[in-house]
């Protein structure tokens, strides 16, 4: 079990971007961002790997939102850009504990954030 915090988040005009950061207090086999709007179930929109750096995006956000991890493997990044008032939603970054799997599989998340507010107007 990791501790997981986000940062960032805020409020924006569509077409903006924001940056939101995570860090983790423990080792990870990969690393990901969720959203959930209102009214909505929550959603895996991107993961990296902790160990290669590979990362998977979910369509709605491919060429719009980049994952990175750095260096330590305790931190990571959601670079979101072209903005849309859809994105709008609160963002949770989750730590898989456990055996790599697949990063495009979101149901294996073991830790998770306690989300920030991310808010696009038109």
């Known amino acids: 079990q990791v501790h997981v915090e986000e940062s960032g988040g805020g409020s924006v005009e569509a077409g903006g971007s924001l940056r939101l950061s995570c860090v983790v207090s423990?080792?990870?086999?990969?690393m990901g961002w969720f959203r959930q709007a209102p009214g909505k179930e929550r959603e895996g929109v991107a993961a990296v790997s902790s160990r290669t750096e590979r990362t998977y995006y979910v369509d709605s956000v491919k060429d719009r939102f980049i994952i990175a991890r750095d260096k330590t493997r305790r931190k990571v990044e959601l670079q979101m850009f072209s903005l849309k008032p859809e994105d709008t939603a609160v963002y949770y970054c989750?730590?898989?504990?456990?055996?790599?799997?697949?990063?495009?599989?979101?149901?294996?998340?073991?830790?998770w954030g306690q989300g920030t507010q991310v808010t696009v107007s038109s």
């Open positions: 989750a730590a898989s504990t456990g055996l790599f799997t697949s990063l495009s599989k979101f149901e294996d998340y073991t830790d």
């Open positions: 423990g080792s990870t086999s990969k």
